[in-house]
């Protein structure tokens, strides 16, 4: 199973030290961000990985990261032009992903304390659609907000950003999909953001009755706040050989 990687953000809310360098090349303890993702595939089983970024951020990714052969893993680049929205991130992994092939996808600011082998495990098992996994937080209205059905195991609507959260988990930034998911990005319009959105994605799986989820149990950050991206690097600190 191949693993994508979507790391084209330009960080906003992390600038001015973005201004010099891709965000997911920031320091996180001892390592680039980034390096912790790869890691965390690789311990998880996945070998080959496709890393989406922009034409400015790809020399730094690859004096990083370079083939991959250093990480134990495989790694093939692919240059997003412009920002057109996670999903449209996504399409251009397309030609390397083979017919019927599962995948996983990570955001690449997205960083866990535990294993992600278990939630790959568990995908492999079912036998089509979408998973994506959720994690109880103290303000979900600050993510994608799930609407669970426990006895199915699916979720019927992802709500994003809500006021008035349905529940306290949020949708975290790993995905696994079928093939299928790039038919189902050529249906998808534009948000209001002028973006191909994931969540609009992830909510034709789940109208489909095909999008289950797996709940993270472990300390979890997207590290996009200076708050976060620090939090990140006391508990990160050290963990990478």
Request: aromatic letters at 10%.
């Amino acid at each position: 199973m191949k693993a994508v990687i979507l790391a084209g953000g330009i960080g906003t809310r992390l600038k001015p030290l973005t201004f010099w360098t891709n965000k997911y090349l920031l320091p996180v303890g001892t390592y680039p961000m980034i390096c912790h993702g790869v890691a965390k595939l690789r311990e998880a089983g996945f070998r080959d990985l496709i890393l989406v970024t922009s034409r400015t951020a790809l020399g730094g990714f690859a004096d990083v990261l370079g083939s991959g052969r250093d990480w134990g893993v495989s790694l093939t680049y692919v240059v997003q032009e412009e920002a057109g929205g996670i999903a449209q991130a996504l399409e251009l992994a397309r030609p390397l992903i083979a017919p019927r092939e599962k995948f996983a996808v990570l955001i690449g600011d997205n960083l866990f304390e535990e294993s992600l082998r278990p939630y790959r495990e568990q995908y492999e098992r079912q036998k089509d659609g979408a998973m994506v996994l959720v994690k109880k937080v103290a303000d979900p209205r600050r993510y994608g907000v799930p609407m669970l059905d426990p006895d199915s195991g699916r979720i019927l609507r992802i709500e994003e950003k809500p006021e008035n959260p349905s529940s306290s988990f949020c949708v975290i930034g790993l995905y696994f999909y079928d093939q299928e998911v790039f038919d189902v990005i050529d249906r998808i319009s534009p948000s209001y953001r002028g973006e191909m959105e994931i969540t609009d994605v992830n909510n034709a799986y789940s109208a489909a009755g095909r999008l289950q989820f797996g709940e993270l149990q472990g300390w979890w950050t997207d590290a996009g706040t200076f708050e976060s991206l620090e939090d990140a690097g006391k508990r990160l600190k050290g963990a990478l050989p």
